[in-house]
C-alpha cells in the first residue's frame, strides 16, 4: 500500500497565541489518534527541534564532511508531518484535508515512490 508525507512548512504557519496553538495542537492530536484507530498512521512529529541542530554533512573527495551547525541554506524549515500509508491518493487527500481544517495551515502532500518505481537513472 501507498506511503504519504504529510507536511507543512513553519513558515506558513500565521503567529498565534500560546492558548491558540496549544487547541490546535489537541485539534491535530485527535485527527493523528482517528488515523490511529483506521490503522493509517506510520509516524510523524510536531517539526525539529531547531535548538538541537546536530550538524551538515557534504562529500569530498567520496568522504562525508560533517559541520557542527545549519550550514546549509534554506528558506523554508519542517514544521510538522506526519507518514501515512493508505490505498490511493484520495485517502492522503482525505487526511491531510483533515490536519489542515484542524490547524487551519496549509498541508503538502506528497507520495513515496513504490519500492516497484526505484530504478536506476538510465545511462546513456
Known amino acids: 500500500m501507498p506511503q504519504y508525507l504529510i507536511s507543512f512548512n ?3 504557519v500565521p503567529g498565534h497565541t500560546l492558548a491558540e ?3 490546535k495542537g489537541d485539534a491535530s ?4 489518534a482517528e488515523m490511529e484507530a483506521a490503522g493509517v498512521f506510520l509516524f510523524g512529529n510536531g517539526g525539529l527541534d531547531t535548538s538541537s541542530i546536530l550538524c551538515s554533512v557534504k ?5 562525508p564532511i560533517f559541520t557542527d551547525g545549519p550550514y546549509v541554506e534554506s528558506k523554508e524549515h519542517l514544521g510538522g508531518f506526519c507518514v ?5 491518493d484520495e485517502t492522503a487527500r482525505y487526511w491531510a484535508g483533515r490536519l489542515a ?5 496549509p498541508q503538502e502532500v506528497h507520495r513515496f515512490p513504490d519500492s516497484v518505481e ?3 537513472v538510465d545511462q546513456p
Open 118 to 120: 526505484h530504478h536506476a
Open 21 to 23: 496553538l496549544n487547541a
Open 29 to 32: 492530536r485527535a485527527v493523528v
Open 10 to 12: 513553519d513558515e506558513w
Open 59 to 63: 562529500a569530498q573527495d567520496g568522504e
Open 101 to 105: 481544517v484542524a490547524l487551519d495551515w
Open 84 to 88: 501515512v500509508e493508505v490505498p490511493d
